[in-house]
């Protein structure tokens, strides 16, 4: 749907991939959100159903996918990076807005803060019910994500996920409840939140990203393979072996409190640095710095502290790390910039 541009309206194109936002419910007047199949209302139909929206920017909707988000693959989320970036590039579009299923938002929004080189406002957003829920905060979100990208003061803060009205960044944000309408929260808390219909800010980045990232959609082809392992009581190496197998260049191993590794899985951990499978040690709590060289001998294993980054995330960085180098020295150091 491309709507007649108004001259004095930010021109803001939303990007459709499906989620729950996207989402009915499977019998009528169902009451349970969870009974619902996520992905099946179109781009159009989305804009259409929150009032208000076309007040707030000129407005050109695509759907460019109609998937649950638990089925984004590498090959989606290059897809949709470079899409974005197309947008973001062209003089007639002032910001961006994907709808975006919640399981893996924040896994494509910190791609896109990473890759995406544009100051523009890029805002994710999605739904915890679908838009047939009593209560829906579908046409809420939408209306948020849109007020928040089509707002001036939105431009240059890397990518953000507007949901339940508060303003995150994308380089903190996680999904930390399955079921509520505040699902979304970051460790250092959010960067801002809508009030009154408009983006109201607290914080700001100091980490690089979009414009001032080493890392940019346009030359990337594919993203190498790295795997997440969760740490567990009895942990065993075929798990590992597999990821090798498989061909993963590095391993973001999701340890214990502060990125603890059991003993018994050092003398594995040092055989796969020095088969240049590094393993990037990350926490499973999800918050909170791993230091390197603290709990751990990094120096001596040959092995990458993610800092605070979850373990997602750090897969994501991980793989953005080695589009670049091999070697873990420099790799470190991404880790410790971003
Ligand atoms: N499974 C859905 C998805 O991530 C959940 C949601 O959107 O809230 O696509």
């Known amino acids: 749907m491309n709507r007649t541009p108004t001259a004095s309206l930010p021109r803001i194109a939303v990007v459709a991939t499906g989620g729950t936002i996207a989402g009915a ?3 009528p007047g169902d009451a349970a959100s969870a009974a619902y199949r996520s992905a099946v209302v179109s ?6 159903a929150v009032p208000g929206l076309q007040r707030l920017a000129a407005l050109r ?3 460019l996918f109609q998937i649950d988000s638990a089925d984004f693959t590498d090959d989606k989320l290059l897809a949709l990076a470079r899409h974005v970036a197309a947008l973001c590039a062209r003089d007639d579009v002032d910001g961006v807005v994907v709808t975006h299923g919640t399981d893996t938002m924040e896994e494509s929004a910190y791609f896109l803060h990473l890759v995406v080189k544009s100051a523009k406002p890029i805002v994710l957003t999605g739904a915890m019910r679908p838009g047939t829920a009593p209560a829906a905060d579908g046409p809420a979100n939408l209306l948020h994500a849109v007020a928040v990208a089509a707002h001036a003061s939105s431009a240059g803060r890397g990518v953000l996920v507007v949901m339940n009205e508060e303003i995150h960044s994308a380089r903190d944000v996680a ?3 399955s079921q509520r309408l505040d699902a979304f929260a970051s460790p250092h808390g959010a960067l801002g939140a809508v009030v009154q219909g408009a983006p109201r800010w607290y914080r700001a980045l100091t980490r690089p990203h979009t414009t001032a990232s080493e890392f940019d959609i346009t030359a990337i082809d ?3 393979l790295v795997g997440v392992v969760m740490g567990h009581g009895h942990m065993r190496r075929e798990v590992f072996d ?3 197998a498989a061909g993963a260049r590095a391993i973001a191993h999701a340890g214990f409190g502060g990125g603890t590794v059991p003993d018994y899985l050092n003398p594995l951990f040092a055989e796969l640095c020095a088969r240049g499978v590094p393993v990037v040690r990350c926490a499973r709590v999800g918050a909170g710095p791993v230091i390197r060289n603290a709990n751990f001998d990094d120096d001596a294993c040959g092995s990458i502290a993610a800092d605070d980054q979850n373990p997602p995330r750090a897969r ?4 953005l790390a080695l589009t670049r180098t091999p070697d873990v020295r ?8 971003y």
């Open 242 to 244: 597999a990821w090798v």
């Open 43 to 48: 781009a159009d139909e989305l804009l259409a």
């Open 316 to 319: 994501l960085l991980a793989a």
């Open 25 to 27: 419910g499977t019998a």
């Open 330 to 337: 420099e790799m470190q150091g991404v880790f410790d910039r």
């Open 175 to 177: 999904k930390v409840h």
């Open 61 to 63: 909707a695509e759907q």
């Open 222 to 224: 594919a993203l190498p």
